[in-house]
């Protein structure tokens, strides 16, 4: 982890000096975890979040489901995104919709396909 990152993470979430950096993964991840679940709470049957047409905010929110259903590597945040299958499916309409040919190179259906990291 860069000095950076970990400085930035440091002064977000360190409110004393015993905090180590596990505690604060876990913390970003059970954040994390919760928006999620708020995201698919709202998000119910509906197509996009304010209904039937896309709007800005369901830009912004593809933005950052994309990278954690296409990201190549496990991790706990993307099984939890996985459970929320409303969500994974929003995900894959907007990617197959929007960004056709993003979607047949990094789509993480197909094992065959390129991976962000290659």
């Known amino acids: 982890m860069s000095r950076y990152v970990r400085c930035m993470i440091l002064a ?3 409110l004393d000096d015993n905090v180590s950096l596990s505690d604060i993964g876990e913390k970003v991840y059970e954040s994390s975890k ?3 679940q708020i995201l698919s709470t709202k998000l119910d049957d509906k197509m996009y979040m304010l209904g039937n047409l896309p709007s800005q905010l369901d830009a912004y929110m593809f933005a950052h489901l994309a990278i954690i259903r296409c990201c190549p590597m ?3 945040l993307k099984d939890e995104f996985n459970k929320l299958t409303n969500l994974v499916e929003y995900s894959i309409r907007i990617h ?6 993003m979607y047949r190179m ?3 259906d197909d ?3 390129k991976s962000f990291i290659n």
Do not use: A, F
């Open 12 to 14: 977000r979430y360190t």
């Open 34 to 36: 919760r928006c999620l």
């Open 74 to 76: 496990k991790s706990r």
């Open 96 to 101: 197959k919709k929007y960004y056709p040919k």
């Open 106 to 108: 990094y789509s993480p």
């Open 111 to 113: 094992t065959n396909k």
